[in-house]
């Protein structure tokens, strides 16, 4: 056994730990799809968002809503950051309308293939996307995530008027399902995609409100954070990612 290790070559035991590194974070935090029909690196020059996000046409919000299930709100009994923050946009445009095209497990790829068309569709004021944790764990690349995150991006701003919000990648490192020596390599996988989302939101002039600053600096001291899985938020989660969007939701709406 131990002969049989030390014949490993280094880089193939760097192709070893990264198959083990995907095969277990496989194991504690994909989400089987249910498909309906700290800070330096990131690229995020300020807390919050790259760009000031445009205004949301005045009247009724048609509210579209692209991602995973933290869209869905996996974890939580009240629903995740997208319901939440379709509640406090009700009040100030009454007559507003939610439509949430995320799943559970879905990729960038799976936004490109199944939802992408629907909010084009839909011809929506205001779109939020959240993805790519999916992407990573899947062992997708980050060329093709960029590839696909840009053909969603082209689509949106040139097919649609709407104000685009883009959520980055949250720092789900410190999970309590993540093993602790896997902690190191996921974060710096998130800090990487997250660079991207940034390049791209200042390539296309959207809006990025930056979950990860908040979310690294908060989950390791908020276990309540955390739902019973110990991945997905829990109800005090999703609050604190709501708490978090809507400022920069709130000023697009009453300008």
């Known amino acids: 056994m131990a002969s049989n290790f030390g014949a490993i070559r280094p880089g193939g035991l760097r192709l070893l730990r990264r198959a083990l590194l995907f095969a277990v974070l496989l194991f504690f935090c994909s989400c089987s799809s249910t498909h309906p029909t700290g800070r330096p690196g990131i690229g995020v020059e300020q807390r919050g968002n790259i760009l000031n996000m445009k205004h949301i046409a005045s009247g009724p919000v048609k509210y579209v809503a692209l991602g995973d299930s933290t869209g869905v709100g996996v974890g939580a009994t009240g629903g995740g950051y997208v319901a939440r923050l379709f509640k406090r946009i009700e009040p100030v445009r ?20 199944n939802q992408l068309q629907r909010v084009l569709a839909a011809q929506p004021t205001f779109v939020t996307l959240g993805v790519g944790i999916n992407d990573l764990t899947h062992g997708g690349t980050i060329e093709q995530f960029s590839a696909n995150y840009e053909m969603i991006l082209e689509q949106l701003t040139s097919k649609t008027g709407a104000a685009i919000l883009l959520l980055n990648l949250p720092d789900v490192s410190t999970a ?75 000023a697009a709406l009453r300008e």
């Open 94 to 113: 009454p007559g507003s309308s939610l439509t949430n095209l995320c799943f559970s497990g879905a990729t960038s790829e799976d936004v490109v293939r």
């Open 176 to 250: 309590p399902r993540i093993p602790p020596p896997l902690r190191e390599q996921l974060s710096r996988q998130i800090i990487s995609f997250n660079a991207r989302i940034a390049e791209l939101a200042r390539k296309y002039s959207v809006a990025v409100l930056d979950i990860y600053s908040s979310t690294h600096e908060s989950l390791g001291s908020h276990p309540e954070f955390f739902s019973g899985d110990g991945f997905h938020p829990s109800d005090a989660g999703y609050e604190h990612w709501t708490d978090e969007v809507w400022p920069v939701v709130e």
